[in-house]
């Protein structure tokens, strides 16, 4: 029912997503600065994306973690988990219970995957949006994944609900966009494009801000840099 980017890029670590159901960004990515990045999806049990950032924190391989959780979860015949470490090791795992197309690409620091998916370029045509956007900022190139998901048939339900989780090395996200809910016209890959289009030029101020709160307001900084 979903389909994912995940990637590390430098000290960054991201998930992009969409979906059918409302609020993937709720129950899907979860991502621990200088850890890992993990989605468990298709039929998905939250609690197993906090049990994977754990093992990965002990020193266990993303191979590892999912052999930890077929071990643990009587449900993993259902599930598609995938995970990204700080080392940029992949792996992912697509149940036998996986409906329609579904399946997975890994690559070198990242992965693309989807279940439930309306064709069978799906994960191929995000695989390749993802290597074509070298060069770009890691939110760009994650958008650009899902984007090409979407437009190559996306989820078989539609796409209702996105997310992109960014990790720097704080412990809190560099960006955290939700579309929880896009019941049309437009569809949540629209709307996520336009809220990363508004948060883009803000990436290098809440870097920053933290550190300097006497700092002007988000509004007067941007005009400043917009006038420069």
Same mark, same amino acid.
């Given at each position: 029912?979903? =389909?994912?980017? %995940?990637?590390?890029?430098? @000290?960054?670590?991201?998930?992009?997503?969409?979906?059918?159901?409302?609020?993937?960004?709720?129950?899907?990515? =979860? %991502?621990?600065?200088?850890?890992?990045?993990?989605?468990?999806?298709?039929?998905?049990?939250?609690?197993?994306?906090?049990?994977?950032?754990?093992?990965?924190?002990?020193?266990?391989?993303?191979? +590892?973690?999912?052999?930890?959780?077929?071990?643990?979860?009587?449900? =993993?015949?259902?599930?598609? %988990?995938?995970?990204?470490?700080? #080392?940029?090791?992949?792996?992912? #795992?697509?149940? !036998?219970?996986?409906?329609?197309? +579904?399946?997975?690409?890994?690559? !070198?620091?990242?992965?693309?995957?989807?279940?439930?998916?309306?064709?069978?370029?799906?994960?191929?045509?995000? @695989?390749?949006?993802?290597?074509?956007?070298?060069?770009?900022?890691?939110?760009?190139?994650?958008?650009?994944?899902?984007?090409?998901?979407?437009?190559?048939?996306?989820?078989?339900?539609?796409?209702?609900?996105?997310? %992109?989780?960014?990790?720097?090395?704080?412990?809190?996200?560099?960006? !955290?966009?939700?579309? !929880?809910?896009?019941?049309?016209?437009?569809?949540?890959?629209?709307?996520?494009?336009?809220?990363?289009?508004?948060?883009?030029?803000?990436?290098?101020?809440? +870097?920053?801000?933290?550190?300097?709160?006497?700092?002007?307001?988000?509004?007067?900084?941007?005009?400043?840099?917009?006038?420069?």
């Amino acid at each position: 029912m979903t =389909f994912t980017a %995940i990637a590390r890029e430098g @000290n960054l670590l991201g998930i992009a997503q969409c979906t059918n159901p409302l609020a993937v960004g709720g129950r899907c990515p =979860f %991502i621990r600065a200088n850890v890992g990045a993990v989605s468990t999806q298709a039929y998905t049990d939250p609690g197993l994306g906090p049990l994977a950032i754990e093992l990965l924190t002990m020193g266990h391989s993303p191979e +590892k973690v999912l052999k930890e959780l077929s071990e643990t979860d009587p449900g =993993f015949a259902w599930r598609q %988990i995938g995970i990204v470490d700080r #080392h940029g090791r992949a792996a992912v #795992h697509t149940g !036998d219970s996986n409906k329609d197309y +579904k399946g997975s690409i890994t690559g !070198d620091g990242y992965l693309v995957m989807g279940n439930y998916l309306k064709s069978d370029r799906v994960v191929k045509d995000m @695989n390749e949006a993802f290597l074509a956007s070298k060069g770009k900022i890691l939110e760009d190139r994650l958008l650009a994944a899902i984007t090409a998901g979407r437009d190559a048939g996306g989820d078989l339900g539609g796409q209702r609900s996105s997310v %992109i989780l960014v990790y720097d090395t704080e412990a809190y996200a560099r960006t !955290d966009l939700r579309v !929880d809910w896009a019941p049309g016209p437009e569809d949540a890959i629209v709307g996520m494009t336009k809220l990363l289009d508004l948060w883009r030029p803000l990436i290098p101020y809440y +870097k920053e801000r933290p550190h300097k709160p006497e700092m002007e307001g988000w509004e007067d900084w941007l005009k400043k840099q917009q006038a420069s």
